[in-house]
């Protein structure tokens, strides 16, 4: 399988294990030991490794940038996370940087904003690091539930879940973290509508940027590490969805059309973006175009993810599903 294939190039990096669940035992204790497990809104044996452990994958913090005029190793049609707040220079995190990382910690106009992408799930969620007069900043702690990252504050060392931004073990369990109205699109309409925005420069670490880990995962028929049910509605566990809230609108909404318009929303698509979890390059991968979701009385934008089905019903097991049939 090139699926298989793709994970094992990662020479050590990302060797994941299919390892046995956490237990409520002392490997926890001596691995987290700043950790309340007494504390916690989920079982335990829910929460499984990855394989790196903590740090493993290391988030990148204070990331540098660079005038998009000056950057040149992006392919036009490499998706960018985007973040484009009121009466700030907007900036633009490349995928080809958090596949690697799939955390960074920035500050924007005096705003901790922590950017992140599960890859395992094509979740790329933006949140305030700002709760109740605390400034949290972020790491990966190696462990999934559901196959979605599990990240941890190293201010509490809590564990947060991140497709919901929710604390799930420690101190912190039961807070949520506000997400911020960002998008995924391609680095060509980025710079093409910010030719005075900003991008992240490539961090100082040995990675292979800009290559996909794993390859061809996003027309895989199972998701890695994943022993949930499948979505309803005969979707497939990787197809797309965009989601807002409690709401999933399949992609497939958008094979004759380029907007919809429901529940107060304007979502628009448009192609030109490359799959992140394709081909062995990302550049060359295939086009799934890029999701735009706007209040569709003020034309502000509005957050969302655009994740696969199985994890918007892994955790929104009760969610809605606009399939767009009367």
């Excluded at 950790?35 to 044996?45: A, E, G, R, Y």
């Excluded at 800009?210 to 309803?232: H, K, Q, V």
């Excluded at 979502?267 to 990302?282: F, K, M, N, Q, Y």
Aim: net charge negative; with cysteine; glycine share 10%.
């Amino acid at each position: 399988m090139r699926l298989i294939h793709g994970i094992s190039a990662l020479t050590g990096i990302f060797l994941f294990s299919v390892a046995s669940a956490h237990a409520q035992s002392s490997p926890l204790s001596w691995q987290w030991p700043d950790t309340d497990f007494s504390i916690k809104s989920v079982d335990l044996n829910e929460i499984r490794s990855g394989g790196p452990g903590k740090d493993g994958i290391p988030a990148v913090d204070n990331p540098n940038f660079l005038p998009v005029s000056k950057e040149d190793r992006i392919d036009d049609r490499e998706p960018v996370m985007t973040l484009e707040l009121e009466g700030e220079t907007p900036r633009a995190y490349p995928i080809r940087y958090l596949m690697w990382h799939e955390i960074a910690n920035d500050v924007v106009g005096g705003i901790p904003v922590t950017v992140t992408f599960c890859p395992l799930c094509n979740s790329g969620l933006i949140f305030d690091g700002r709760l109740e007069g605390q400034v949290l900043t972020f790491g990966v702690s190696g462990n999934l539930r559901n196959s979605d990252m599990v990240m941890y504050d190293r201010q509490t060392e809590s564990w947060w879940q991140q497709f919901i931004g929710e604390a799930i073990v420690g101190k912190m369990t039961g807070k949520t973290l506000q997400k911020l109205p960002g998008w995924m699109e391609s680095w060509a309409d980025f710079k093409t509508r910010n030719p005075n925005g900003l991008v992240m420069e490539q961090p100082d670490f040995p990675r292979d940027y800009g290559s996909n880990p794993y390859t061809g995962y996003d027309s895989a028929t199972r998701p890695f590490l994943y022993s949930g049910e499948d979505p309803p509605h005969g979707i497939p566990a990787l197809a797309r969805v965009v989601v807002v809230g409690d709401m999933a609108w399949p992609l497939s909404r958008f094979n004759d059309v380029t907007e919809v318009v429901e529940e107060g929303l304007r979502i628009s698509w448009s192609s030109g973006t490359a799959s992140a979890l394709d081909g062995r390059v990302i550049s060359a991968s295939r086009d799934v175009g890029s999701i735009r979701v706007q209040d569709a009385a003020t034309g502000k934008d509005v957050a969302h993810d655009v994740a696969f089905a199985f994890a918007f019903h892994a955790f929104f097991p009760e969610g809605t599903w606009m399939l767009g049939v009367n």
